[in-house]
């Protein structure tokens, strides 16, 4: 069964550095998302994207955040200058048809130290 | 700033009993989903309901979407040790971009 695959799983950076998410969503998947769980909260909407532009994103994507689709299968989220309130699981999903039906990745633990 | 409301927060029941979670909001959504989450894992999708009243079945999982499609309810028949988990219901707003609950913590002992 398909699946959305995510890497690294566990990412350690310092305060100031810059990281990148890597995802791969489902071959057929048109519609993409980040989602990001800080420990023990809800998991929270960060950016959809589909055509290749930014649909929708929330009020925590800010400058700091950009999102990428560099080639036919990866979709990235880089953060530019990371602070340590930006440790949590992120999580990439994709979705055929851009309603709710939404398939998520194991999730990427980002560590800020 | 629209919520889903889940309750109970946590439940703890034995093998073979059956028991309800709820999904509530003031808002009305376009599709609701449920998952359920392992600790430090993703999501993982059990259903979508669409229309208001729909009722979906997944063994022994029951998802009913309310005639207002403002809440949702899951019901699990003869709880098993395996449907020990966090059930998460997720309202879509527009274009996918999906509001979650805390979640619902399910403790089932043999």
């Known amino acids: 069964e398909p699946e959305v695959t995510q890497t690294p799983s566990h990412q350690v950076t310092q305060m100031g550095q810059e990281v990148i998410l890597r995802c791969v969503p489902i071959s057929n998947h048109l519609y993409f998302y980040w989602y990001r769980q800080i420990l023990g909260q809800k998991v929270e909407f960060l950016v959809s994207f589909y055509n290749n532009e930014i649909s929708e994103k929330s009020e925590i994507f800010d400058d700091q955040f950009s999102v990428e689709r560099p080639d036919g299968s990866n979709f990235t989220l880089k953060i530019r200058s990371t602070k340590l309130e930006d440790s949590a699981m992120y999580f990439c999903?994709?979705?055929?048809?851009?309603?709710?039906?939404?398939?998520f990745g194991p999730g990427t633990r980002l560590t800020v130290t | 700033t629209q919520l889903l409301e889940q309750s109970p927060q946590f439940l703890s029941i034995q093998e073979g009993e059956n028991l309800t979670v709820y999904c509530n909001s003031s808002?009305?959504?376009?599709?609701l989903q449920w998952y359920r989450q392992e600790p430090g894992e993703g999501p993982v999708l059990l259903v979508t309901v669409v229309t208001g009243g729909e009722v979906k079945k997944l063994k022994r999982l029951t998802f009913q979407f309310g005639d207002a499609r403002k809440d949702s309810s899951l019901h699990i028949t003869a709880a098993q040790p395996g449907d020990t988990g966090l059930y998460l219901c997720?309202?879509?707003?527009?274009?996918?971009?999906?509001?979650f609950g805390k979640g619902t913590k399910l403790s089932v002992k043999p």
């Open positions: 808002s009305v959504f376009s599709s």
């Open positions: 999903a994709s979705s055929r048809r851009g309603l709710g039906e939404q398939y």
């Open positions: 997720a309202g879509d707003r527009s274009q996918g971009n999906l509001i």
